[in-house]
Nanobody, 125 residues
Framework: QVQLAESGGGLVQAGGSLRLSCAASGRTWSGYVMGWFRQAPGKEREFVAVISWGGATTNYADAVKGRFTISRDNAKSTVTLQMNSLKPEDTAVYYC??????????????????WGQGTQVTVSS
């Protein structure tokens, strides 16, 4: 298992930006697909973005396309989610996740075996 720790959440006004980071540790994460998911109060956890090991392939939920960007630095074992033009509906706990199987690029929650504790993002109107 890979251990994951998110940081960078906080309170921001609508239209603002936040940058979330996820640090991986533990067993090697070579080849792992990395993803971001979020869960708003009273709602199920949902897919946000995913990136392949080499970074060449990314996939985004329709709700965040054009506003969010996922990237990774394998040398530093980190994954970043840059969030721009934030909306109140982006308010949620954001989770970093790791998957050892390539099909995880589709963004299915059940394909991800390692999860961070989450970081709160609150967007005020």
């Amino acid at each position: 298992q890979v251990q994951l720790a998110e940081s960078g959440g906080g309170l921001v006004q609508a239209g603002g930006s936040l940058r979330l980071s996820c640090a991986a540790s533990g067993r090697t994460w070579s080849g792992y697909v990395m993803g971001w998911f979020r869960q708003a109060p009273g709602k199920e956890r949902e897919f946000v973005a995913v990136i392949s090991w080499g970074g060449a392939t990314t996939n985004y939920a329709d709700a965040v396309k054009g506003r969010f960007t996922i990237s990774r630095d394998n040398a530093k074992s980190t994954v970043t989610l840059q969030m721009n033009s934030l909306k109140p509906e982006d308010t949620a706990v954001y989770y970093c996740a790791a998957a050892s199987i390539p099909r995880a690029l589709v963004g299915r929650i059940e394909d991800f075996g390692s999860w961070g504790q989450g970081t709160q993002v609150t967007v005020s109107s």
